[in-house]
Each structure stands twice: as C-alpha cells, then as structure tokens.
C-alpha cells in the first residue's frame, strides 16, 4: 500500500459515475479523509466536477478503460455511482478487480442481481465487501 508524506496509509479509489448527483458528495468524502482518487468512468465528460477534488485522476469514458487501467493499478476500494440498472455489472467487474466495493443503493434491483452480486466473490483468497450507503 502507498502512503503519504506523513507516512500513513494512502487509501485509493476508482470511481463509476461522476456525472451523477451522488458523486460530487463521495469525492468530497474521500478528499477529507485523506483518499485518493485515481480513476473515474463515465460516459458522460463532468471534468469540472472532478477538478475540483482530484484534478490528476486518469477519466475513462467507458468501464472498459477503466477496466483494463485497474489491471495495471489496482484500487483499495471501487466506488459505484452509476444509474441503479448497471450496479451490479459494475460491483462484479470492482470485485474481479481486487477491490472492495461500495455502491450507492439501491445495489440491486432484483432478487437475480442480487444472486449475483453474493456469488462475485466466490473464488477470492479473501473476503470482499459489497457496501450500500
């Protein structure tokens, strides 16, 4: 794990959905407890939010970006801001990428989402969260 100047635990984020109402609150979060962000997705260009809390973060306009990023760059914990419907595609491809989750509720809409959200961390050497606020 990274740390920082004062040598204590640098704790990094990857973002889903900046453009949305939710975000603004979650990076002004992580930014007062001392987090970083270094990747955001989202479809839709909302830099100026962004700039405003973590200026150097690498921003993808698609989940796959982002996903093949986080290959190279692992992540402390995925943050899930994207429209209710992609949640839970979005919590399985944060978990297979070694990270722990938290997501915006609701985190699923379906019992069969909700199915597969508990089966994505099946096979990991150790215990993933998936978190709703």
């Given amino acids: 794990m990274k740390t920082t100047s004062t040598n204590t635990p640098l704790i990094t984020f990857a973002l889903i959905g900046a453009a949305g109402y939710a975000a603004p609150k ?4 992580i930014k007062e407890l001392g987090g970083k962000v270094i990747a955001v997705s ?5 830099l100026e939010v962004l700039d405003n809390y973590f200026p150097d973060c690498e921003y993808f306009k698609s989940t796959f970006e982002l996903e093949k990023f986080l290959k190279e760059h692992p992540v402390d914990y995925g943050v899930i801001c994207s429209p209710s419907f992609l949640h839970t595609d979005h919590i399985e491809m944060m978990v297979q990428s070694g990270c722990d989750v938290i997501c915006e509720s609701p985190l699923v809409i379906t019992t069969k989402e909700y199915e597969r959200v508990q089966k994505a961390g099946i096979g990991v050497s150790y215990t993933r969260n998936a978190t709703q606020n």
């Fill in 26 to 29: 979650h990076l002004a979060a």
């Fill in 42 to 46: 989202d479809p839709n260009d909302n």
